[in-house]
């Protein structure tokens, strides 16, 4: 394997991640475009999240994965796609036991992403810290609420306590501690936060134990 390059099971199956540098000189594992949930396509368009699949051989870990479908005011054009849930892990190293931050993005409930171009691990990581980003639903894809079978409502949220649900299960992999996890985020991913600290979905569980929240 290269030396640039970073191996780990997850439940689904095996990860390969690539070793990068900060701005401030340290290394770091990344692991992109992880898949959190089976594309909510078809079928599973206005539907609840539903676990990812295993897969078979390694899966490359190098790059994100799709952003969420939106509207780039930029280029004046819809971008992203409806299979949109992954998430990245930033890690100093796979050995070590540390504490986990999960970041959730904001946007207005309509656009954005935990992509690295705006939410990179650099300053996280080097404080000993796993950092995770997430993908979730945004727009009528994740908000829509027909009140009856079809579009139940809140996909977007129930997308964040299915990438938490990940994160227990697996972030140990990473060097990461299941039971010291903060959840934090900015605007309406600040208002996710505190939506989490009130829904039976998430309270009462160990997803997460501290909060932090930017509006």
Same mark, same amino acid.
């Given at each position: 394997?290269?030396?640039?390059?970073?191996?780990?099971?997850?439940?689904?199956?095996?990860?390969?991640?690539?070793?990068?540098?900060?701005?401030?000189?340290?290394?770091?594992?990344?692991?992109?475009?992880?898949?959190?949930? /089976?594309?909510? =396509? !078809?079928?599973?368009?206005?539907?609840?999240?539903?676990?990812?699949? +295993?897969?078979?051989?390694? $899966?490359? @870990?190098?790059?994100?994965?799709?952003?969420?479908?939106?509207?780039?005011?930029?280029? /004046?054009?819809? =971008? !992203?796609?409806?299979?949109?849930?992954?998430?990245?892990?930033?890690? +100093?190293?796979?050995?070590? $036991?540390? @504490?986990?931050?999960?970041?959730?993005?904001?946007?207005?409930?309509?656009?954005?992403?935990?992509?690295?171009?705006?939410?990179?691990?650099?300053?996280?990581?080097?404080?000993?810290?796993?950092?995770?980003?997430?993908?979730?639903?945004?727009?009528?894809?994740?908000?829509?609420?027909?009140?009856?079978?079809?579009?139940?409502?809140?996909?977007?949220?129930?997308?964040?306590?299915?990438?938490?649900?990940?994160?227990?299960?697996?972030?140990?992999?990473?060097?990461?501690?299941?039971?010291?996890?903060?959840?934090?985020?900015?605007?309406?991913?600040?208002?996710?936060?505190?939506?989490?600290?009130?829904?039976?979905?998430?309270?009462?569980?160990?997803?997460?134990?501290?909060?932090?929240?930017?509006?």
């Amino acid at each position: 394997m290269d030396n640039n390059r970073v191996d780990v099971y997850v439940r689904e199956g095996r990860l390969i991640g690539i070793v990068e540098e900060t701005v401030y000189g340290d290394r770091y594992v990344a692991f992109r475009g992880i898949p959190y949930a /089976k594309p909510p =396509v !078809g079928e599973l368009r206005f539907k609840d999240p539903v676990p990812s699949e +295993p897969w078979l051989g390694g $899966k490359d @870990a190098s790059k994100h994965g799709n952003m969420s479908v939106q509207f780039d005011i930029m280029i /004046k054009k819809m =971008v !992203g796609d409806e299979d949109c849930l992954y998430l990245n892990v930033y890690t +100093p190293d796979i050995i070590k $036991k540390r @504490a986990v931050m999960v970041w959730i993005h904001g946007g207005g409930f309509s656009v954005g992403s935990g992509d690295a171009a705006i939410y990179g691990p650099d300053f996280i990581v080097r404080k000993d810290v796993v950092l995770v980003t997430l993908n979730y639903r945004l727009g009528a894809l994740g908000f829509l609420n027909l009140n009856d079978k079809v579009a139940t409502g809140n996909q977007g949220l129930k997308d964040v306590v299915m990438a938490l649900r990940w994160v227990q299960r697996n972030i140990s992999q990473f060097g990461g501690d299941p039971k010291n996890v903060t959840i934090f985020g900015e605007s309406a991913g600040g208002a996710i936060v505190h939506y989490l600290t009130l829904s039976p979905l998430a309270t009462g569980t160990e997803y997460f134990l501290y909060i932090c929240t930017m509006i």
